[in-house]
């Protein structure tokens, strides 16, 4: 904001806003430079040197981005305040960008033919970029590639929204097979729930996985998800959680995600998405919508369908004691000819 002076009677101002002086000294036919101002709602006091009180005291209103001049006009003893807009802020909106697609190497996601998410990878996604609102053409090709062009379609922006799009489906690598590739466009909540809470919410990302339900620690959060669908967001405590993955009415875990979704301090939003191959890499990911970064991330084990009982477990566990204790003796000459061979202990991870 800035104060223009055109009262022709009323000597140098000082302008208070919540009674901090925010102007000194502006005098007739006089501009002050902008000053940024917090976004609020504000009372306005001006004052000269020589009178010890408020000539007026006047509420006004400043939104985030936009510009405004503050008017002094009329006689001292009719002195008013006005305010006008210098400049209006364009109407943005947000988008970020998921990769989910298993057999797909890493992407570009061009916007309007800018490459503003540049080598995004299989289960990883973007921070958020603004974008002017209204229709955008996106198009989705090989890392730091022109074509050939994997996915296109038009993204359409409102003015304070935020969206995701992932890219989906499997890409052709035979001559007879056929692109279930596409850029699937949803809407993300931005809001922040009440202090201590998260919104949690579940899409399903795997081409060929059945319907899912999805579990909390033992709780029922979501049924019934099916591929290219998702769920709306539930409140929940932010807690630590085993996030437990089953088809739809089947007793069998296919999954479970332990996943830290505290907060260090007020609230937060996550989406759980299921990626990958289903009877072979399927996968539970959290991404951060809003909030702080938990205090620790979170972990993934699969365990696959048809589990064994805890009786053949229990013969095997007792097999398992037996042979060690016959091979007991072979095992240090074994290791031995490891070293002299060159082997090294590398310690497994699951990507």
Same mark, same amino acid.
């Given at each position: 904001?800035?104060?223009?002076?055109?009262?022709?009677?009323?000597?140098?101002?000082?302008?208070?806003?919540?009674?901090?002086?925010?102007?000194?000294?502006?005098?007739?036919?006089?501009?002050?430079?902008?000053?940024?101002?917090?976004?609020?709602?504000? /009372?306005?006091?001006?004052?000269?040197?020589?009178?010890?009180?408020?000539?007026?005291?006047?509420?006004?209103?400043?939104?985030?981005?936009?510009?405004?001049?503050?008017?002094?006009?009329?006689?001292?003893?009719?002195?008013?305040?006005?305010?006008?807009?210098?400049?209006?802020? !364009?109407?943005?909106?947000?988008?970020?960008?998921?990769?989910?697609?298993?057999?797909?190497?890493?992407?570009?996601?061009?916007?309007?033919?800018?490459?503003?998410?540049?080598?995004?990878?299989?289960?990883?996604?973007?921070?958020? /970029?603004?974008?002017?609102?209204?229709?955008?053409?996106?198009?989705?090709?090989?890392?730091?590639?022109?074509?050939?062009?994997?996915?296109?379609?038009?993204?359409?922006?409102?003015?304070?929204?935020?969206?995701?799009?992932?890219?989906?489906?499997?890409?052709?690598?035979?001559?007879?097979?056929?692109?279930?590739?596409?850029?699937?466009?949803?809407?993300?909540?931005?809001?922040?729930?009440?202090?201590?809470?998260?919104?949690?919410?579940?899409?399903?990302?795997? !081409?060929?996985?059945?319907?899912?339900?999805?579990?909390?620690?033992?709780?029922?959060?979501?049924?019934?998800?099916?591929?290219?669908?998702?769920?709306?967001?539930?409140?929940?405590?932010? /807690?630590?959680?085993?996030?437990?993955?089953?088809?739809?009415?089947?007793?069998?875990?296919?999954?479970?995600?332990?996943?830290?979704?505290?907060?260090?301090?007020?609230?937060?939003?996550?989406?759980?998405?299921?990626?990958?191959?289903?009877?072979?890499?399927?996968?539970?990911?959290?991404?951060?919508?809003?909030?702080?970064?938990?205090?620790?991330?979170?972990?993934?084990?699969?365990?696959?369908?048809?589990?064994?009982?805890?009786?053949?477990?229990?013969?095997?566990?007792?097999?398992?004691?037996?042979?060690?204790?016959?091979?007991?003796?072979?095992?240090?000459?074994?290791?031995?000819?490891?070293?002299?061979?060159?082997?090294?202990?590398?310690?497994?991870?699951?990507?």
């Amino acid at each position: 904001m800035r104060i223009i002076h055109t009262s022709p009677t009323t000597p140098a101002v000082e302008i208070k806003l919540n009674d901090t002086v925010q102007f000194t000294g502006v005098q007739y036919k006089q501009i002050s430079l902008y000053k940024e101002i917090p976004s609020g709602v504000y /009372n306005l006091a001006v004052f000269t040197a020589s009178v010890n009180h408020s000539l007026i005291l006047q509420s006004v209103t400043f939104t985030g981005g936009y510009v405004y001049t503050i008017y002094l006009e009329g006689p001292i003893n009719e002195l008013r305040v006005d305010q006008s807009v210098d400049f209006v802020p !364009p109407s943005t909106g947000f988008i970020r960008f998921f990769h989910a697609s298993p057999n797909t190497a890493p992407v570009d996601l061009l916007v309007d033919g800018s490459a503003d998410y540049r080598g995004v990878s299989f289960q990883s996604a973007s921070a958020y /970029n603004s974008y002017l609102e209204g229709s955008h053409d996106i198009r989705v090709v090989p890392t730091d590639q022109r074509v050939p062009t994997l996915v296109s379609d038009k993204v359409t922006i409102a003015q304070d929204t935020w969206s995701s799009v992932l890219l989906i489906g499997l890409q052709n690598k035979t001559e007879n097979e056929t692109s279930s590739l596409e850029a699937w466009v949803i809407a993300d909540q931005h809001t922040l729930p009440a202090g201590g809470d998260i919104l949690i919410r579940f899409i399903h990302a795997s !081409p060929n996985a059945p319907a899912l339900d999805i579990r909390a620690s033992g709780v029922s959060l979501f049924s019934g998800v099916t591929f290219k669908n998702l769920t709306t967001y539930r409140v929940l405590d932010a /807690n630590i959680y085993d996030i437990e993955l089953y088809e739809t009415g089947k007793p069998s875990l296919l999954l479970t995600s332990k996943f830290d979704l505290r907060v260090s301090s007020g609230s937060a939003i996550y989406t759980l998405v299921a990626e990958g191959i289903y009877g072979k890499d399927l996968k539970v990911l959290s991404f951060l919508d809003n909030g702080p970064t938990p205090p620790s991330a979170g972990s993934s084990t699969t365990k696959q369908p048809g589990g064994l009982s805890a009786v053949s477990i229990g013969l095997i566990v007792a097999g398992v004691v037996v042979a060690v204790i016959a091979l007991a003796a072979g095992g240090f000459v074994f290791w031995r000819r490891r070293q002299r061979a060159g082997y090294s202990e590398i310690a497994t991870s699951e990507h």
